[in-house]
């Protein structure tokens, strides 16, 4: 739809966007609030942020996510880094500390890959220097001893990466004799990546993935607060494809906009497969994210953040993102209260030829002052990706505020969309409603052998703020 990515905003655009709300009603789960299946407390001292990749994956029928304890409680302490495992049969739960005490911030959750003979690997680090925290530019790791097994790992192994480090994202490439590379954020504030050639045994600095300046002075789209700061989400396709998409910059410091490319044989590519050129093995690339295609453009008072990414069957990505709308009167400034009151979240498809683009439903407001881009999130199922799942604290469709019965309070809840024209429209069903706490954060883990089955996890709590939350993690468990 926006190839060029020219701007979304003229009168035709604004008219459009508010059909598309208008043609995807809520409509009930069919059944009143107590028929609801109740979700099952999986963990119950754990948060996540949302760019690293995996936090959540299903091998061999069992469950393995990572989180990061948000106080002293549940017998863990503020700070711990944790993977836990569900059987999916038993419903037995496990939980193991791969770093006690580490820094209580949800930037530091690991991220999960799952090694061919079924043993898995985290990686995990701290979110700058917060906290007086040793090591920030360290990348660490460790690995199960045995298979389908988390309660014994290798011993935590380290690697200065000589910048201050973020966000693991793990994938493992079969096409490229089974390498893995871990992209995070690192030199330059910037994506860069690690490659380990012995299935994590060890990892080596690979390059940087795109470069974005610090301070872009003299564009009119930089705050002035901050910058430097690309965000990005990773999913990868089939044994060597890993597809990516990327704003500019925080959406504090910058009028986002949303980009995509790919990554295959080492060379990145545009969306229809136009080359963009071959990803850096050095420290250095001239790739911005403004190179990439555009799958939505931002401005002042239309800023993007993306929520998830995942590819269809076909290869093709999908995107779910929001905007803040209404925030001109208050960019470049901190902690604006008019900033962050209106959230919507958009979804994009790639048809094989443009981007097919549209707004699908009412965000709410942010979760805290400060973080005005801050949204309850949303989830693309990956084995039915017209399906998806958000956290809003507004009707999703006409945008007045969720006031639960439970306590008289607004507070986020989470609904099930599904699409019958590839994403155009959705038609919304509460999972949860009248709820005594925020829902938050959802995730729908990649379950190759699911036959139909699904699983959705999310945070259940208070969240004040990324170094202040009070959360468990629930989850909506398929029949056995």
Same mark, same amino acid.
């Given at each position: 739809m926006h190839r060029s990515c020219r701007s979304h905003f003229g009168a035709i655009r604004l008219a459009a966007l508010a059909l598309v709300a208008v043609a995807a009603p809520l409509v009930s789960a069919g059944a009143p609030a107590a028929a #609801?299946?109740?979700? /099952? /407390?999986?963990?119950?001292?754990?948060?996540?942020?949302?760019?690293?990749?995996?936090?959540?994956?299903?091998?061999?029928?069992?469950?393995?996510? %990572?989180? #990061?304890?948000?106080? @002293?409680?549940?017998?863990?302490?503020a700070g711990d880094v944790v993977v836990t495992s569900l059987d999916l049969r038993s419903r037995q739960t496990a939980s193991f500390t791969l770093h006690p005490r580490f820094q209580c911030d949800d930037h530091d959750v690991p991220a999960l890959l799952a090694l061919p003979d079924g043993r898995l690997l985290a990686t995990y680090q701290s979110h700058g220097q917060s906290q007086g925290l040793v090591g920030p530019d360290l990348m660490r790791w460790r690995r199960t001893l045995r298979p389908h097994d988390i309660s014994a790992w290798t011993d935590e192994r380290t690697l200065p990466v000589g910048a201050s480090v973020s966000y693991s994202n793990l994938f493992r490439l079969p096409a490229e004799g089974g390498?893995?590379?871990?992209?995070?954020?690192? #030199?330059?504030?910037?994506?860069?990546?690690?490659?380990?050639?012995?299935?994590?045994? !060890?990892?080596?600095?690979?390059?940087?993935?795109?470069?974005?300046?610090?301070?872009?002075?003299?564009?009119?789209?930089?705050? %002035?607060?901050?910058?430097?700061?690309?965000?990005?989400?990773?999913?990868?396709?089939?044994?060597?494809?890993?597809h990516f998409v990327a704003t500019e910059d925080h959406p504090s410091s910058y009028d986002n906009s949303l980009y995509h490319a790919f990554l295959r044989a080492g060379e990145l590519h545009h969306s229809d497969g136009r080359p963009l050129g071959p990803l850096s093995r050095t420290s250095e690339t001239t790739i911005r994210p403004t190179d990439l295609t555009c799958i939505f453009r931002g401005d002042v008072d239309h800023v993007a953040w993306m929520c998830d990414l995942q590819v269809d069957r076909d290869g093709r990505p999908r995107v779910v993102f929001s905007v803040q709308r209404g925030g001109a009167a208050g960019r470049g400034k901190r902690n604006n209260p008019a900033d962050g009151m209106d959230l919507r979240y958009h979804y994009a498809r790639w048809d094989g030829a443009a981007w097919q683009v549209n707004e699908i439903a009412h965000a709410g407001?942010?979760?805290?002052?400060?973080?005005? +881009?801050?949204?309850? #999130?949303?989830?693309? +199922?990956?084995?039915?990706?017209? !399906?998806?799942?958000?956290?809003? @604290?507004?009707?999703? /469709?006409?945008?007045?505020p969720l006031i639960s019965a439970a306590d008289g309070r607004r507070h986020w809840e989470i609904f099930r969309g599904e699409s019958a024209d590839h994403g155009r429209t959705f038609r919304w069903h509460a999972v949860t409603r009248d709820s005594p706490a925020d829902n938050l954060r959802?995730?729908?883990p990649i379950w190759p052998e699911a036959a139909g089955r699904r699983l959705v996890l999310w945070l259940r709590g208070t969240y004040r703020k990324y170094t202040d939350y009070d959360l468990e993690v629930v989850a909506l468990l398929p029949d056995r």
């Open positions: #609801l299946p109740p979700p /099952v /407390v999986l963990h119950a001292n754990g948060g996540w942020c949302w760019f690293q990749d995996e936090r959540a994956i299903i091998l061999n029928e069992r469950l393995y996510f %990572g989180s #990061l304890a948000g106080g @002293n409680r549940g017998g863990f302490a390498r893995i590379l871990n992209f995070h954020r690192g #030199l330059g504030f910037n994506p860069n990546y690690l490659i380990s050639t012995d299935d994590g045994a !060890t990892f080596s600095y690979g390059g940087r993935l795109l470069f974005w300046p610090r301070r872009p002075e003299g564009d009119p789209r930089f705050t %002035g607060i901050s910058g430097g700061r690309p965000y990005l989400k990773y999913a990868q396709h089939g044994p060597g494809t890993i407001s942010r979760l805290y002052a400060g973080e005005d +881009d801050y949204a309850g #999130l949303a989830a693309i +199922d990956p084995q039915a990706p017209d !399906t998806v799942f958000i956290s809003t @604290n507004a009707d999703p /469709v006409a945008g007045t959802p995730i729908v």
